[in-house]
């Protein structure tokens, strides 16, 4: 009975691995219309945010072109 759960894990962790490496494979820059920089990457975690900055830290004013410098 031990035995049998534990092949049970087995295959569901094999499973999910197989789903990640075909998702890695069908999806990339060479065989669809996607930019080199949407490939994923090896190693990524899929889902991965990106980190906030501190507290405290504000955002740079965005340029504006064309207008006069005092």
């Known amino acids: ?5 534990v092949l049970k ?4 962790q ?3 691995r197989v789903a990640k490496l ?3 494979v069908s999806r990339n820059s060479g065989n669809s219309g996607m930019p080199p920089s949407a490939d ?3 190693g990524e975690d899929e889902g ?3 980190p ?5 830290w504000r955002a740079r004013a965005p340029r504006v072109c064309g207008s006069a410098q005092a």
């Open 1 to 5: 009975m031990v035995e049998n759960a």
């Open 9 to 12: 894990a087995e295959v569901t």
């Open 14 to 16: 094999l499973r999910e």
């Open 22 to 24: 075909e998702r890695l």
């Open 40 to 42: 994923e990457l090896p």
């Open 48 to 50: 991965a945010e990106v």
């Open 52 to 56: 906030e900055a501190p507290p405290g």
